[in-house]
């Protein structure tokens, strides 16, 4: 049975990243002894409570099993304290749907080849993509003497060109990922550290 005396946690909040997701919470502090957690999941089709892999850890934190791996499905965990026989209240997240929820990184810039009028960028998605994804790269790139104009373009290919440069000049670009996914839902990701190349001289 839940006790007053043992403290619920607190800042429950599920963390994810690139659809790898994760729920962390505040540690409860307690004069004696070493308080244990144990954390639930339920899915939207099941009104039940089942055990993740995280029963009586000391862990603040609990990866998602791969057996919720389903970006589509939506998710509620929770979590409680436990010490010997005492517990405390469960603690209860929102609703969460990896595919709404998660936070897309960077791509990966894997290598840039330059010539006279012309970047060549070769990139790697920082996920695996699933039936039905639809990737575009966002690359938004500018002269380094006038940052002020930008200019923009949308690939879908991991190996695209920045056409019409100037010669013997260096531009920089950095690109964000949006997936588009088969429910028609956009994620726009996180975009990557400026890099900056010289052209060369035809």
Same mark, same amino acid.
């Given at each position: &049975?839940?006790?007053?005396? #043992?403290?619920? @946690? ?16 505040? @540690? ?5 002894? %070493? ?15 089942? &055990?993740?892999?995280?029963?009586? =850890?000391t862990?603040?934190?609990? %990866? /998602? ?11 509620? #965990? ?8 005492? *517990? ?10 990896? &595919?709404r929820?998660? $936070? =897309? ?7 840039? $080849?330059?010539?006279?009028d ?6 790697? @998605? ?7 994804? /639809? #990737? ?12 002020? $104009? ?5 690939m ?12 013997? *000049?260096?531009?920089?670009?950095? =690109?964000?990922?949006e ?7 956009? #994620? ?5 550290? @400026?890099?900056?190349?010289? *052209?060369?001289?035809?």
């Open positions: &049975e839940s006790s007053p005396h #043992l403290p619920a @946690p607190k800042d429950v909040m599920i963390y994810s990243y690139n659809f790898r997701s994760l729920l962390r919470w505040s @540690p409860v502090k307690v004069d004696r002894g %070493s308080v244990l957690y144990t954390v639930h999941f339920k899915t939207g089709a099941f009104n039940q409570w089942d &055990e993740m892999n995280c029963t009586r =850890i862990q603040t934190e609990c %990866s /998602f099993p791969w057996s919720l791996k389903e970006r589509r499905w939506t998710v509620v #965990l929770r979590v409680r304290a436990e010490l010997g026989q005492v *517990t405390s209240d469960w603690v209860e997240t929102d609703p969460f749907v990896a &595919e929820n998660t $936070t =897309i990184g960077p791509p990966k810039v894997n290598s840039v $080849t330059v010539s006279s012309s970047l060549l960028i070769s990139v790697t @998605p920082p996920f695996g993509s699933e039936a039905g994804d /639809f #990737l575009q790269y966002h690359v938004s790139y500018w002269e380094n003497a006038t940052s002020t $104009t930008k200019k923009e373009t949308k879908s290919n991991t190996l695209f060109k920045i056409r019409n440069l100037k010669e013997l *000049t260096l531009y920089c670009f950095r =690109i964000h990922i997936l588009m996914t088969h429910s028609d839902l956009q #994620l726009l990701g996180l975009q990557s550290v @400026p890099e900056c190349y010289r *052209t060369t001289i035809s």
